[in-house]
Structure formats: structure tokens, C-alpha cells
């Protein structure tokens, strides 16, 4: 059954003897032969519920009333003329605002169809709501419609933002398309609507920001427990409009940084909303492409630059791009917020490439054999550079020395020396000297306090040389920003493991050679050492060290193209190593408890005898937990044995309980566990491979940003020494502190550290010299700000977006709104054709009175009288007869001409007659009648105009010559010229008539045709001057 028709209840066969017991309509009619309802449904199936109501309520057109419905039904056609007809003569209890079966008034049925025309109409009316039409023009994405909305005297600004929902009525609520948290201003931001967006920001229209996840005011609280599904809905309606292109770009000073902030606002709530993770995370896909977005606008280095070096909370809109420092805030704060794609931009790694390698121009563009042999001439060249360094900061020299690129080499030289130092340390020469005391028993292997050797001097300088780097780094940065970083915690427990084994080889060196007490017991044989004797905790500690320093030197990967993607790959799978051990630990403490607990009593120190003579030690590794981890543990790598489950005593139920938890444990482990393992960690490494190049570009960034900031120059061990430079620092600092508390001098609480100079600085400032003041005259040397260049991107983003949208092909929407205009322009063509029908029927009576006038002015001469009927157009089916000059005369008497417009134009010329000629003119008068019964068309009557036209009755006065006796009179056929005349004449002015009439429907045919053919190419780009493509019904 349809839905909003009622059907009787059907019952089963089984009851129907009862059926009188229940309460039913009359008009239900049951019946023993009644269909049976499928088993398995319920009992209202298809047609009405228990309670006697529908289930949905559609109203249908015969519903409403007629003038309703024909008022829709215009709405809908872009009948204009019938509903004008509709308005003006409409009842008093006329609902204009009344719906049709989808909930559409005629206002929104004419703002969806795109009719200016019926919306200016229905606007004019006193009662009309416009509800839900401003939306539907918001969608539809005209402007002219949104705009005579808006400036309707019931729209006021509180209603264009977040007061809308409070102005509409329940029949609005329910039959909207959108809910009522979506006021104009959020649906114009969610669909980019740029200029209809401009125009409600004009009128003062807002969003407001959503408060906090974890708000607790009273208005979150009253909505979560009215209704939590609505309040969560509202946030993400308003978040969209917020992370709209079209609403940051209008309304935020700083769109990128707008961008960041809610894109990782976005974020957090993904993580903390699981319900709706998928939409936020959208949503901070969105804000960080339009970033991007913006970033792809720029078309010069200069405008790079000012992107990338604007700080987050500074109010330097005024300050010139060139003049500021390159410090690249804006790019490590994209950094700091994950905003992957923004800095693995083309534009972004472009430019941090020529500041990587500035100071060596062309390395790029030259061979790997050229720039192998250069990094080998530095590598060489690296004592004296930086030796070169110390003593010359501020040469040429210097300033090579501290590019970005010099300083990574340098520093992977450094960190590799050190490697090459802790492998000479392994192979150093008294690790050989082993087993008894020899040369008087004093030997480094017996040493329990031995001085350090050479390379271990060496490793200490490296050593300190990296502790001190690192302190650099943690103050530079801050401990917040230093914890973030992965391999900064590597360093941290590199570094420790360092210091804690030289404070433990100091202390005992101190406690063997300076103690009197220990000095006699400074060397004894290893094997009587003690267990945490503290020159074996501290090799121990220095061998864990040297794993942390041999796995740092994947750090460095990320410079490769080919190695940076693996390393990056293994760092996520380490990831996915962590969460497999939470789960593994719980299923291995879970066994190894269980099995502890089965074999207590079966200890493998105990000997268990079955005689006296046969006395054996138990196989059991379970006998205690943690053996039973161990045993567990070891079994993954199958290094355990079967008999391990085995007891001596003959408890088989025991044996085989034991065994049945081992083998399940080896299906969990093994089998589920370890494959599951293997999944994840494929998982992720396919998940960086797909975005290989985004996820190389983004940590190599990281790296380089390392070694932009100035400072840190020097790697270890160099970095240790005390230079001149520090010296004059450390002197301006003290001045600075002693002019402090004198209060002649303050502190900055934020100082922005400058990179190294920006590419082509110094060719631009010569420039600009050489120019000296004329550059402020020119318009390209004038000085640009970064407001400038953001009004600059946004501008050519706003028209790359329009350009796109108009890019897309034509869709059912655009169909639609090509029929819409035809069936509008069918319609006033039907109003115009019957107006105009009216015009030229009135033109052709007095064109009829015209040629009657000139017909009578000839009377005189040819005595013949020219009437026409009583009424002046006579339609050819109600002509019967008509009453000329008291005598009856009939169509056959009389030519009968049909002229376009439908109308009839009759001619009755009357002839005087004597009685002496009336028999002359009766013999005449069959040949006569013969022709005039014909009634020809009033071209063919001209093309062969007959001798005499006129009524074959005489007239009723005497003594007159007949038109006989005229006509043979006159013997240059005077008649003939007379019917020559009043046929030129009449063709003259109807022809001009009709040329009149269509050349006017020509014109606003074509009109239309071409203002909707223009219409349609300038969206749909199709050529306007073909517009066959566009086909018309009339």
C-alpha cells in the first residue's frame, strides 16, 4: 500500500470468527476469502498501524484548494500571466504560503526553478514567508535572488546568523531541507558561495565559534541532555562552515594561519569525538589543503618568503618583506602542527633548497662525480675550516662554514669519527690479555681502576663535545619543543649511558690509585670480581651506548631520497612493535601464570625417586613464574623442547592439561599474534610507501631546520672551545645584566633567532643601492608587506576556484534550469501572441475603415454604395445574414475574405437600377452568382478579380444608369482600376500590419533564444553563436 492510504486490517483465517469482538470501521469490509499476510511480518504490514494512523501523511495536489493549486502549478511552469491572474483575483481565505507534496511554497518553488521574474512577484505580497527560500537561493547560487531575499523588510541580521532557527514555525522546521542550525551564512560558507558569503558578512551575519569539548557552561549541558546527537550535529555544522575556503578567506587577516589552527583544533576533536572521527578528520583535510591552495598562488620567491617568515602573534603587516630576517616562523610552525602537505609544497621545498645549498651555486645542476669529489676536498678540509672558523668568524670563509650544508657535513663527519673511535675501541690491545696474571700480575684486563687509554680520551672529547650541543639545543629551543623530538630522546639516553660509564671509570680510577685502603686490591683476576663491580656495570653501559650511537647514524637517512622513505617506515613499524607488546605481554603473563601454577610442585632442583635406586631431577621449566616467562618467551623462537610439559610422577591428567596449555599458547602466540604483527607492520610501511615522497619531504624538512638557525657552527669536538666570539658574547651579556639593574636596560621576552641570509639577499640589496631613491618612485621596487601579498593569493584563489567550478560539465541541475526557462518563455510568448492578436485585430477594422472610406469617396462617380456588416469582425461560422439597405442578402451574395487574424471582412457593393435595365441585369445574373458562391480567399478574388463585384439586386431608387451601362460607358474599364486601387492598398497596410506583428515576435523569440543560449555558454561553455545546441519546443 502507497504511503497516506488506508487499507482495512487483514486478520488471519483463524480469527475471523471472532472478529466481531473487535472494534472496526463500518466501511471495513471482511471477508472469509481475505489474502493472508506473509509469515514473518507483522500485522500492520502495508497498511496501517496498530494505533489507526498512517504512517507517513503525503498532501497531494486535491488537497489543497483550487486557487492553491493552480497558484503552484504557475510557480512550478513560470506561468507568470496565470499567476497574476491567481493574486489578483484570489479569495479572502487564499493561503498564499500553502505547500505542495514535497513542502515546497510557491516562493521556494520558484527561487529552485531560478524565476526572477515570479520571486519579484511574490515578494510584492503582503502575507508572503520566505522561510526556507533563502536557502534554496543560497544553494542554487544566485545572486539577484539572494539579494532581493535578504532586503526583504521580514529579513533582519539576526536571522542571517545564528538566530535562524528561532524564526522559523514547526511546518518550516519539519519540511526543510536543511536543520535549523544552519542559518544563510553557514550554508553559504559550506557551499563557497564567495560573493552571496560577501554579501551576508556586509549585513553583519556571524559564526559563532563552538565552545570547547570539554565546556561544562549551562548552555552545553542544557543541550547535551535535551539532545546529544543535536548538539554534536551543530558543532560539526558550524566546524564545516568554519573550515570553509570561502569563509577564511573573507574574514580571516591571516588565512594560513587560521588554516593551522583549526585543521589541528580538528584534530584533537577527532580524537577525542570517535563517533564522528572520520568527518572532523575531513574537515582538518580540508583546512590543510587550503593552505596549500594559497601556497600554489605564489609566483615569486618574494612571496614565498613572506608566507613562510610571518610569525604567528606579530603585528608587522607594515614591515618590509626584504627588510624582515629570514626566520622561517610561519614554516616551523607548520611543522609544529603536522601540516605535511604544506611544507612538502613545491614552492616550500624550492626555496628551502636554495637556502640549503646556499654558498654553492650550480651544485645541483652538475654531476654526482663533481659533487663526490667536492665533498671529499671538505672532508679533508674540515680541521683547517674550522680551525679558520674560530680564529675568523666574519670572513668569507667563515661564512661559507656556516651554511646549512656545511654545517650537516660537518657534523656527519663528526658523529662518524666518533663511530670509527668506539670501533678502535673494541679492538684495542689488552682486551687480549686474558686467563692468569701475567707480568707480575699488573695488567689492564686485572685493572679494577685503570686510567683511560687514548681513543677512550678521544670518545670522552666527542663526548663532551655532543653533551654540549645538546645543551645548546635544549636552551635554543625550549624543553617543550627539545622533549617532542624522537631522536632528541635517543641523544638523551646516548648521552647518559656516556656519562654515567665515564663517572663510573672516574670513581674507580679515584678509588684504585687515591685510596689508601684499595690501592693493595687494585688488580685481581676478573673471575673474583665482584658482580656490580663498577668497571663491569660501566662496560656494560658503554656497550648499550654504542648500540644508541650506531642506530643514531639512521638519523642521517633522511637526507637520502632512497633511504629517508625506509627510515621512516621502520620508525612507524616500531610503533606498531609497542602495541603488539601490550597485547603480547597480557597473553604471555596469562600462560606463564597458569602453567606456574600446574607445575609448583614439580621443581627441576628437586630429585624425585621411584625407588630407592632410581633418583632423578625433574625436566620441568615451569615450576616458578619466571622460568615460566623465560621458557614462554624462548619458545617463539623455538629454542624450547616437548618434554619440557613431561613430570615423572605418572599424573597424566596433570601432563596433559599442561601440554593442551603450551600448544595453545603456540597457537595464540605464534600463529595469531605473530601474523598479526607481521599485518600491522606491513600495514604501515604500505601506508608511507603511498605517500613516500610527502612523508620524505616532511622529515627532511625537519632535518634541515636543525641546522638553519644560527649558532651551533662548530661540531664536536670543536664546539668545545672557547672562541673569541663567545668571549665578546659573554662580555655584552654581563654589560647587559649590570645596564639591567641599573634599569637602563630590558630584556626582550621573545627574540626571533634569524636564519642564514635568504637566496639572492645580497644581489637584491645592490639593487636597491644602486638605484638609491629612485627605487621608491617604481612600482616594482615598492616596498611589499605581507598583507599585500596575502590580498594578492586570496584573489587569485577566489577566481581559480570560480574558474574551476564553471570548469565542471553540465549536470541534471543545469537541464532543469534550460527546461525551466523554456517552459517560462512558452508561456509569455502565449500571454504576448493573444495581446498582440487583440493589437492587430484592432489595426486591421480600422485598416477595414480606411479602405470603406475610400470606396465611398468614389461612390459619387460610379454611384455605387460600399457598406460593411454591422459588427466588424464576424467569425465565418456566425455569419448568417445581414440586413444591408432594409434587404436581406446571404454570404453567396457577397465576397468573403479571411485575412490572418482570423476575422472576417465582408464587401457589399450596391448597384442602382432602372426597371428597362433589370431584365439585362437578370440575365446576368446566374453567370454572377456562379462566381461569388465560390467564396474565394480575398487573394484569389485579386490575382483574378471578376468584371463586376457587387450584389446582384437592384437597388430601390429609379432612373440611375446601371453599372452595366457604367462599365460599357466607360471604356478604360474604370472598374477594373477602381478594384486595382482598393487591392494595392489594402495589400500595402496588410502586409505592413503583419510585418509589424512578426517582426515583434521575431524579436523577443529571438531574444529569449539568444539571452538563454548566451546563459547557458557562459556557464556551460557552449558557443553562443550556435545556439541549435540549445533545442526549443516553440
Known sequence: MYAGVSAPRRYPSSTLGTISSVNTPSN???????????RGRPAHYGGIHQNGLPTVHIKTQDMLKPQERKLLEAAEAGDKPTMLDVLNNCSSDFNLNAMDAMGRTAIEIAVDNENVEIVELLLQQENIRIGNALLCAIREGVYRLVEMLINHKSITTDML??????????????????????????????????????????????????????????????????????????????????????????????????????????????????????????????????????????????????????????????IDVWASKLSLRRLKLAIKYKQKSFVAHPHCQQLLTSIWYEGFPGRQQRGSYWNFLMCAILILLWPFLALSYIIMPKSKLGRIVRSPFMKFLYYSISFGCFLILLTLATFEPYRYEKGAIRGGGKNRASDRGPPPTVIESLVFLWVMGMIWSEVKQLWDEGFKKYTLQWWNWLDFIMMCL???????????????????????????????????????????????????SFARIIYLFQTNPYLGPLQISLGCMLVDVAKFCFIFGLIISSFSIGLAQLYWYYDSYTPVCITPDNCKLEANAFSDIANSYMTLLWSLFSITKVEDTDVLEEHYFTQWVGRGMFVTYH??????????????????????????????????????????????????????????????????????????????????????????????????????????????????????????IMQRLVSRFILQTKKDMKMDGVNEDDLLEIKQDISSLRFELRDDRRKEIVRSSSHIDAVK?????????????????????????????????????????????????????????????????????????????????????????????????PECVFSMKPAIKKNRPSIYSVRNINPNNTIENLIECWRSEMNIKLDKLIDEINLKNNNKLCSRKSGTSVKFAEEKYIDPKSPSKVSFKE
Not at 188 to 201: D, G, K, P, S, Y
Not at 672 to 679: E, F, S, Y
Open 849 to 945: 475603415r480606411d479602405i470603406m472610406r475610400t470606396m465611398s469617396a468614389s461612390n459619387r462617380i460610379f454611384g455605387c454604395t460600399i457598406r460593411s456588416p454591422r459588427k466588424d469582425s464576424v467569425p465565418e461560422e456566425n455569419f448568417n445574414e445581414f440586413d444591408i439597405c432594409g434587404d436581406s442578402l446571404t454570404p453567396s451574395d457577397m465576397i468573403f475574405a479571411t485575412p490572418l487574424d482570423g476575422n472576417s471582412v465582408f464587401l457589399n457593393l450596391e448597384y442602382p437600377s432602372t426597371e428597362n435595365e433589370s431584365e439585362e441585369c437578370t440575365k446576368n445574373e446566374n453567370n454572377q452568382n456562379d462566381l461569388i458562391r465560390k467564396q474565394s480567399s480575398i487573394s484569389q478574388i485579386i490575382d483574378n478579380p
Open 161 to 318: 546568523g545564528p538566530g535562524w532557527g528561532k524564526h522559523l514555525n514547526e511546518i518550516e522546521v519539519s519540511s526543510s531541507e536543511y536543520s535549523s542550525d544552519i542559518s544563510p551564512v553557514i550554508l553559504a560558507a559550506h557551499l563557497n558561495r564567495f560573493e552571496i558569503l560577501q554579501m551576508l558578512i556586509r549585513k553583519d551575519a556571524i559564526i559563532e565559534n563552538p565552545h570547547k569539548h570539554s565546556c561544562c557552561c549551562d548552555e552545553c549541558d542544557r543541550e547535551r541532555i535535551n539532545d546529544s546527537l543535536h548538539h554534536s550535529l551543530k558543532r560539526i555544522n558550524t566546524y564545516r562552515a568554519l573550515a570553509s575556503p570561502a569563509w577564511m578567506s573573507l574574514t580571516s587577516p591571516d588565512p594560513i594561519l587560521s588554516a593551522f589552527k583549526l585543521s589541528w583544533e580538528l584534530e584533537k576533536l577527532a580524537s577525542l569525538e570517535h563517533e564522528f572521527k572520520d568527518t572532523y578528520l575531513q574537515l582538518s583535510e580540508q583546512c590543510k589543503q587550503y593552505a596549500c591552495d594559497l601556497l600554489t598562488q605564489c609566483r615569486s620567491t618574494e612571496e614565498v618568503i613572506s608566507v613562510l617568515n610571518k610569525e604567528e602573534n606579530s603585528h608587522d603587516e607594515n
Open 667 to 788: 597457537m595464540t602466540a605464534i600463529i595469531v599474534l605473530l601474523n598479526m604483527l607481521i599485518a600491522m607492520m606491513s600495514h604501515s610501511f604500505q601506508i608511507i610507501n603511498d605517500h613516500a615522497d610527502l612523508e620524505w619531504k616532511f622529515h627532511r624538512t625537519k632535518l634541515w631546520m636543525t641546522h638553519f638557525d644560527e649558532g651551533s657552527t662548530l661540531s664536536p669536538p670543536f664546539n668545545i672551545i672557547i672562541t673569541p666570539k663567545a668571549i665578546y658574547y659573554f662580555i655584552v651579556k654581563i654589560y647587559n645584566l649590570f645596564r639591567w639593574l641599573c634599569g637602563k636596560y630590558q630584556y626582550q621576552k621573545s627574540k626571533t633567532r634569524a636564519t642564514i641570509r635568504r637566496p639572492g639577499y645580497s644581489r637584491k640589496r645592490n639593487e636597491m643601492e644602486k638605484k638609491g631613491g629612485s627605487e621608491t618612485e617604481d612600482d616594482e621596487n615598492k616596498p611589499l608587506t605581507y598583507m599585500d
Open 498 to 548: 656516556y656519562l654515567c660509564t665515564i663517572a663510573l671509570r672516574v670513581g674507580a680510577y679515584y678509588l684504585f690509585n687515591y685510596c689508601q685502603e684499595f690501592i693493595n686490591i687494585r688488580y685481581m683476576i676478573r673471575t673474583y670480581w665482584d658482580a656490580f663491580e663498577p668497571v663491569l656495570v660501566a662496560e656494560g653501559l658503554f656497550a648499550v651506548g654504542n648500540i644508541f
Open 28 to 38: 471495513w469490509k471482511i471477508s472469509s476469502h481475505s489474502p493472508r499476510l506473509p
